[in-house]
């Protein structure tokens, strides 16, 4: 849309293209004015044997300052570079914020990116995050999802965090799957948890929200153990007439419902 919006401003009327069609984890192609064209990283651009020397002193300059550049080329015989485009990512507004709510919680932060090794470190330190992994196609961030989970100790899980269609084999692939609402329906429908806006913030808050009732389960299961364990053994012996014991057994109930409302003071960070 950023690209369309700036050939507008500018005047441009661009021809439609045809044939369009995704190339996972390297761009889109198609046909325009019956010219072939592919439009994506250039890891693809050189696959399709796309000369970049040229370019090179350029696109180090870009990708150092943070920017991401994407080549459009025309693959007929030979294939030519037709045009480079240079995208900045920024941090959403929380993500730093994010970052550490995670490091307070014991959650170690990694980055995976299909982004060049430049652009995805000055991401990384402008939120805090130490471990990157760049340059990654969808299948990679499977294979690098497994492989933590394989060096971790037990009781240890990875959670992924996306919402692009890239992200949705890793998604599949970790622990526990998280999707941002803003994302593609691809990406929600492979992941376990899915946030209702696209807010990194959240994904604190999912974490904490779930050992707080992971914890509140185990407590009412001790005092449900504990009141059966005391109560049982007594009305069994006669020692409880039944209106005492039934009102145990309420008391019992009582307890446990009251201890599971308790969570309802929670607040997350955005509220």
Known sequence: RAVLQAANDEGLTLPLATNVRAVGGRGVAG???????????????????????????????????????????????????????????TAKPHAA???????????????????????????????????????VLPADKARIVTELKASLPARRQVAMVGDGINDAPALAAADVG?????????????????????????????????RR?????RQNLFWAFIFNAVGIPLAAAGLLS??????????????VVSNALLLRRWKGSNR
């Open 31 to 89: 046909d325009v004015e019956g010219m072939p064209l592919r439009q994506g990283s250039l890891r693809w651009m050189q696959e399709s044997g796309v000369d970049l020397g040229p370019w090179q002193a350029e696109l180090q300059r870009w990708q150092t300052s943070g920017r991401t550049v994407s080549g459009v080329a025309a693959v007929q015989d030979p294939p030519r570079l037709l045009g480079l485009l240079a995208f900045a990512d």
């Open 97 to 135: 914020q994010a970052v550490r709510q995670l490091a307070a919680l014991g959650v170690r932060s990694v980055l995976l990116t299909g982004d060049n090794a430049g652009s995805a470190g000055v991401l990384a330190r402008a939120v805090g995050i130490a471990t990157v992994h760049a340059e």
């Open 178 to 210: 998280m999707a941002m609402g803003s994302g593609t329906d691809v990406a929600m429908s492979a992941a376990g948890i899915t946030l209702m806006r696209g807010d990194p913030a959240l994904v604190a808050d999912a974490l904490d929200i779930s």
């Open 213 to 217: 009732t992971h914890a509140k389960i």
């Open 242 to 255: 039944p209106v005492v014991a039934g009102a145990a057994m309420a008391m019992s109930s009582v307890t």
